[in-house]
C-alpha cells in the first residue's frame, strides 16, 4: 500500500515556516520525495496507513492545502502507457 501526500501552501504569513515544518515531519515519518510538493510512502498494511494519516493530521499546517490518500500496489502500477506516450512516444519530449 502507499500512501501519497499532496501539498498547496499558500502565500498567507507564516505558512513558509508552517510547511517547513510539516516537510521535515513528512521526511523523518518515512515519506520521500516524488515531486515539489508531492510526498510518497510504501506501508504494509491499511492500517498502517490509518495510523500515519493521523499522525500527519496533527502536524497539518493551517494554511493552504494537504491532500493525503491511498492506494494498493496494483493502482499505483499501472503497466501501461498513458495517453501522451500512446500519442506522443514514451522517449520523446512534449515543449508547451
Do not use: H, W
Amino acid at each position: 500500500m502507499r500512501i501519497l501526500v499532496m501539498l498547496a501552501p499558500t502565500n498567507a504569513r507564516g505558512t513558509k515556516t508552517a510547511y517547513t515544518k510539516f516537510r521535515k515531519k513528512l521526511v523523518s515519518c518515512g515519506f520521500v520525495m516524488l515531486q515539489a510538493e508531492v510526498y510518497m510512502k510504501v506501508v504494509p498494511n491499511r492500517e498502517v496507513a490509518r495510523t500515519q494519516l493521523s499522525t500527519l493530521e496533527r502536524y497539518a499546517p493551517p494554511t493552504g492545502t494537504v491532500r493525503a490518500f491511498t492506494m494498493t500496489e496494483r493502482q499505483f502500477v499501472t503497466g501501461g502507457p498513458d495517453y501522451q506516450e500512446r500519442m506522443v512516444g514514451a522517449k520523446k519530449q512534449v515543449d508547451l
